[in-house]
């Protein structure tokens, strides 16, 4: 028999997510090829390691999936939300913790950054941030701050011609390898964005820390003890933050949601495939009802999610919100990752337990899906209040 595992390639009867043009055709083929040439064969390596790939992250910028969202013009690929899930949802098939990686670049730095700076800063910065030369981050968790930002304690003192940052981040996917960070701070107790450079005097990243899953994107603690910070790296107005967070997060949530997919999806294909292969009692497990149900639940929940996360990356930009959509995205798709890969390892048994093959990586790294970018509660929150506000305004 086979080692357990499959090619990254849809079930037959699996449904492609309709695309809404060529262009994203392409990217699809794009990411695919990428993902099965260059990402599967380096992807344990740096899950065992836990280092980020920074290699593979120059060569992502070679083939534009950095600026995925960013306007041509400005360096980008000039594409939409619905590209940047096609990214993520294909890389993630193989390698979540590196698409994790991708994510706090390209999505949480990046595409943050783009919408929130003016012409020099956009100068300044994306050419080295597209291409990869240098890899970016973002800081808003709080050692007592992560799903309520507004108690960040993180503080910003305008002093001449520069601002003076206290204050600690955690939680920072990226941080040990990044060289440019897009930091949350409170200026007269309003929320405030600037762009801090790693060489700033008073910053200072500490030792990774060492987490279960998405280890290919190590992340680690940012320090702030009297930073200097020029006032020509404050992104938009002072207390402009809120906003510029609340945009982005719309994004990186239905990106996560299209990670989630991506890992079903690999789940699914691998489990199929050793249900036919692997025998017992003279015939193939596939014939047992007991595995016949994992694989037919896991295959509807993963259509379930595909479906919900493409369509409502249709309606996810920059000048266009959607809150209650990307909540229930994610709601929905973070626990179907997690759900079908457990279901897979179920499925292999012990091969699926063991470190050599991809479903034991792939659920480690699941589980993510439902802390990172808001936590299941915090979506349920969310669209509770949403749905019922005006309801109880009438």
Known sequence: MAAPDSPIQPLPGQLEPELPSEEHQMLRDLAREFTANEVEPQAGAHDHDATMNVALMRRAGELGLLGITIPAEAGGAGLDATAAVIAHHELAKSDPGFTLALLAHAILFVNNFYHSANTEQRSRFLPDVLSGKQIGAMGMTEPGAGTDVLAMKTTAVRRGDDYVLDGRKTFITNAPDASCFLVYAKVDDRITAFVVEKDRPGFDVGVPIEKMGMRASPMAELIFDQCIVPAENLLGAEGGGMTHMMRNLEIERICLAAMSVGIADRCLAVMARYSVDREAFGKPIAEFGQI????????????????????????????????????????????????????????LGGWGYCTEFTVERLLRDAKLLEIGGGTLESHQKNLTRDLTRALSRA
């Open 292 to 347: 016949q149900r994992y694989i037919a639940d896991s295959f509807a929940k993963a259509e379930a999610a595909r479906t919900l996360v493409y369509r409502v990356a249709q309606t996810v930009g920059a000048e266009s919100r959607n809150r209650i959509g990307t909540d229930a995205a994610k709601l929905f798709a973070a626990p179907v990752g997690k759900e079908i890969a457990d279901n897979a390892m179920q499925v």
